[in-house]
């Protein structure tokens, strides 16, 4: 451990929880250096749905590299992007009866939130991008700007300006839509016509919060109506996290633009991408741009997930079953330890339980860990254990991790009722 004290920075973070070092992983399993096993609750945060060296990705990409397939290409043409075009439009947007161009950002979610904020921008002539309470779209400084967390906000040394915060679905039980229609129709509101409005469907960081699909089609209906673009950020909660591929289609709105990243490329590779609207698609050429842009090696992954995932609903009907154990475990948790958990949180395989303290999240991490799990908490003082295994994990070992989980929380729960004694 003492290369990571000496010369890794202080911002790392996951790390500090999980003081181990792993040398392998398969699945949705992780392994040391010591041979120690953990079930993996976290997913590399969503960018691993498939779960860890899928062997149908792998060996795409083993075949692909033995071949001398392009590894970095700019923007550049290639037999790898037609490839994964092809599966987008013939397997993802078709049957969903969406027509999107695609933009390739830099590889990482917050560089594709960053280039639909300035799209939006540049369309409309509009400046200002109404944003919500406690979303999370990013470290750089327009997708921090539309960031509610103070702790990575306090991180930028500098005023974020060019955003709007209205309240979520749910948020101190004020109707942030009806407060946003209001304000878009009063000349004297304060609120500057924005660009577009960007949300997450679901909000990952934010502590599983879910809009419900009236909630979204009353916010569709109100930009539709001024003007104004809907960007949904779909890096963390697409791709079937939620149960479906776009965390959007139960509402049946069809956005502006989506960001993309985290498991768009399949197998953990990083990738990243704005889809848009055909009519948005004012970019000149290398407007924004990026040295990395095309990751042959994910489109290559991408495309094998596409192809073997997403041409039925064999992969949406697991990922039903398997979110359906969550849920049963979190509603037998409420019942059975009433002093520890709020309510369930989130939705398909982004679920989660509220604490009634923080500390009771970060000490059932904590155990989790200490009994072969790894398991993060969200929400804005981390009081929310986050279930977020991949999405191809069995039935035996989602259950081995949930059981583990509630070892964890029986353990704080008698630990409280001692200190409290």
Not at 48 to 64: C, F, P, R, S, T
Not at 182 to 205: H, I, R, Y
Not at 266 to 276: C, F, K, N, S, T
Not at 383 to 408: N, R, Y
Request: aromatic share 8%; glycine share 10%; charged share 20%.
């Amino acid at each position: 451990m003492n290369i990571f004290n000496e010369k890794e920075s202080n911002v790392k973070s996951y790390c500090n929880r999980f003081p181990v070092v792993f040398t392998s992983a398969k699945g949705c399993w992780l392994t040391t250096d010591k041979g120690e096993r953990y079930i993996d609750f976290l997913a590399g945060a969503g960018s691993l749905n498939y779960g860890h060296n899928n062997d149908i990705m792998k060996q795409a990409l083993l075949d692909y590299i033995d071949k001398d397939g392009l590894t970095h290409g700019l923007d550049m043409h290639t037999e790898a992007k037609a490839a994964f075009l092809t599966a987008l439009r013939n397997h993802i947007f078709e049957p969903r009866n969406l027509d999107y161009k695609v933009q390739f950002t830099g590889p990482t979610g917050t560089n594709a939130v960053e280039a639909a904020m300035k799209l939006a921008r540049k369309v409309t002539g509009r400046a200002n991008i109404v944003t919500f309470t406690n979303g999370f779209h990013g470290c750089t400084y327009g997708a921090l700007a539309a960031t509610g967390n103070q702790h990575h906000r306090g991180g930028s040394g500098m005023p974020l300006t060019g955003t709007s915060r209205l309240p979520y679905e749910g948020y101190a039980g004020v109707d942030g839509l009806a407060l946003f229609e209001a304000m878009l129709n009063d000349n004297s509101s304060g609120l500057d016509k924005p660009a577009a409005v960007l949300l997450e469907t679901l909000q990952g960081e934010g502590g599983l919060n879910v809009a419900s699909n009236e909630w979204l089609q009353r916010l569709s209906k109100i930009c539709k109506d001024n003007g104004v673009l809907v960007i949904v950020d779909d890096i963390q909660a697409g791709c079937g996290r939620t149960g479906t591929f776009f965390s959007f289609e139960p509402s049946g709105i069809k956005p502006d633009m989506v960001t993309l990243s985290k498991s768009i490329g399949g197998y953990g590779l990083p990738m990243a991408l704005v889809l848009l609207k055909p009519e948005l698609d004012k970019w000149s050429p290398g407007e924004h741009n990026g040295t990395f842009r095309g990751n042959n090696h994910a489109f290559i992954t991408a495309t094998t997930a596409i192809e073997n995932y997403w041409q039925n609903d064999d992969f949406e009907q697991h990922i039903a079953a398997r979110s359906q154990q969550v849920t049963k475990t979190i509603e037998r948790v409420l019942k059975r330890f009433p002093s520890l958990f709020v309510r369930a949180k989130g939705r398909g395989m982004m679920q989660g339980v509220e604490c009634k303290r923080p500390e009771f999240a970060s000490d059932i991490a904590d155990h989790c860990f200490e009994n072969g799990m790894i398991i993060e908490t969200a929400g804005p003082d981390d009081e929310v254990v986050k279930f977020f295994s991949p999405l191809t994990i069995s039935e035996s070992e989602l259950e081995k991790g949930l059981h583990i989980f509630e070892q964890a929380a029986e353990h704080v729960s008698n630990a409280a009722t001692r200190k409290a004694s």
